[in-house]
């Protein structure tokens, strides 16, 4: 208890300081997350469309203009988004022919359509495909209006359902009936819905605890190198143990915030247990790092280099895929462990035999 | 005294400023290969990515099972057709098994996922009840499962086309009053036509690649992972020389009237002087691997491009640097300002992708000033370029600069 109460001392002034450094990983990532999510709907890729005369083609601009990705611009002739795609002005561009819906009626499916794309579209396949169905869908109507038709003239010798009747048949009939869905689950796990690459909250607030432990943590450099240190030979407690006690107070405080974020910002798919061991074990490695930093500047140096470390290996992870023995080597960058809700065992069990030695050879030499 | 004095004086702490930064560089000589390696290995890798996504022919097939429990012949030959052809999924490669199989070849990373045809799949779907697909991904691919549910979703996209016109065609059959067996084996009929339409949808395109010929698509990659690379060694060296100057050193400084403008001005050269060797080899090397024609005044204008825009992003890091109350505050904005500069370079994303309300950024912001023009003389093959925003964004900063250091260094005396 007196060293606890040794530690509260010795923050004095530092105090309010240290709070707001645990407080930061919250606010951050609610910041980043919202900004993502205000910012990223308005992200729109630019495609141009040419609608030569007579191509009756409003129902596929419709359905373009629907996509909420797609910046549209119609055109009425092809030299002018041309030359704009060629500037990179556009991503893709596509042309409906005037005797566009000529070619649909008379059941023609080889290049109806002109694209044009550049070495920089990043998403001409996805809109390329978007369009396809739509054309698809617009065949689609041609054919089954033709075979309702043909259908009526056969059976009841009539002819009286114009292309538009059909149509609306089909709408109702969609309205009312349930279509195929996709149901999406990685094997062993329950979810339900299709994955989305939206942002993971974990993973900003992974890399603010990371980054923000280091600047609560920054005292353990300070008095490591002051004269605090020699103090200590003349106590019953020893400094590393004192250092040791002032690591788990801190620890459980910020247990306590990370409960706080828990229930602000994470769903249920995440596993609170998972989110502490986390915060164990970059809590060790960072105390360790200010133990052996030789002043606060070096240490924040140490802080950034690391950072941008994990952050690049990350990225690194997610596009390589290990060779099938390495597989594990990824369970030891602890951020990717976190986002990906696995427990971190192995490093667990690595602070823990860090810390023993750590403790064990002080004995040893007071000894 | 006299003012030629003052400015040798000034000139001189300059120098002994360089000086000094470049001994403490040399010290780090440990961590400074460390800090030119690492955003190279980043961008190559981040090149690879991208380079991968771009050009359609990806060399590795996705592997996707097919498992139908379904005893329906329509989704029998929908399925078989499915695996047949490959025409509608680029890049992956679809085969039909028992679902024991899908799941062993998962634990054993045979296949990315599998997609399951439910029993009674195309009865549900006939009769307008709920039927789903079911997709299971790989957990160890999860990167690739995203590939694949995107190419389910266009698979889905264009079985609910052809149901709904089935249905529709069910219903009118009814109306007409045709025999049940006539009508089932007219809707089986249309359904595998559907289909098999469906699957050759890509020839409803007749696709054109524009380009400016100029450079490859890789070289476009090339440029702007250099432009971000270079960006981050500035800021990288830019913290390896920071320090924490103590009050006393600072005071016996301010006594001998050596001013604060002459450190920052020492940092900028020092920094320049450490980083355009280095920025030189990296260019010239990629110039000649991508075999990027450029005449000599090309090539002089890509360079003082590059010097341009160090030179202001020293000065901005300097800017805050002076500013800033405190070193973590000071580490955490500069981060900031090149996490800024990287984003609305342009560089991670073109421009044009941008929302409009961000579009003004780009006009007056020295970032995509700098790199836009990099690319038009590298890629394009442009011989002219636009420094106006550049030479007044450094003017600014520097006058800042003054203007800072000046009351800086008049707040303690």
Known sequence: MKVILARWLLLKGKRFKLLISMLLPLIVTIVITSIYHYTSDDFRVPVAVVVEEDAEVTSIIEGLKDADYIKLDVYDDINEPLRNLEQYQYDSLFVFDADFNEKLQNNERRNIIESYYTDRSFTYDAVKELIASLVQEEVGQYRLSQQVQTLQEDWLGENNLSFNDIVDTKKEIEEETNLVNQKFNFQGQVMEESPESSLNPLLIYGYAVLIFAFFTFDFVTRETNSETKHRFLYLSVSYKT???VSFLSLTILMYGFDIISYFILMDSKTNL???????LVINAFVFFTAFLSRNILSLYVNALLIFILLLVTQ???SIIRLPNGLTWLASFHPVEELVSNQHNIYLVALVLIIFFIWLRRDNLVRS | MRKDVLAMKFMKDTGVFIANDIKRLKRKWLSLPLLFILPILFIVSLIFLLSNLVSEETDVDIAIGLVNLDENDMTKTLVDSLSEE?????????????????EEKIEHDK??????FPANFAENMMAGKKSDLEVTGNPKRQFESYVISSAVDTLIRHIRNSQSNILTLNHYAKDFGMSDEERHDLIFKEFVNQFIQVLSSDTL??????SQNFTSGNAYLVVNGLFIVFTVWVYML???LMKDTPSGIQDRMKMLKVSLLSEGLGRLISIFIAIIIPILLVLGLSIYMLDIPLTLDNILRVISLLILHILITVVLLNLVDWLSLSVRISLITQSLVILFIVVFSG???PRIYFPTYLDKIFDYFYGYQSLNWLEEIMLNGRFTMEIDVLMVTLVIVIILMIIISYIKGRRFT
């Open chain 2, 111 to 116: 296949v990315s996922a599998f997609i399951v």
């Open chain 2, 347 to 349: 560089s991670l994303l």
């Open chain 1, 273 to 279: 247990l998972i989110l502490l061991t986390y915060r």
């Open chain 2, 238 to 240: 830019y913290v390896l």
């Open chain 1, 315 to 317: 990225f690194l992870l």
């Open chain 2, 86 to 102: 490959t025409d509608l999924t680029k890049g992956l490669s679809m085969e039909s098994m028992s679902i024991e199989d899908a």
């Open chain 1, 242 to 244: 004192f250092m040791l």
């Open chain 2, 205 to 210: 395109m007749d696709e054109d690649e524009k």
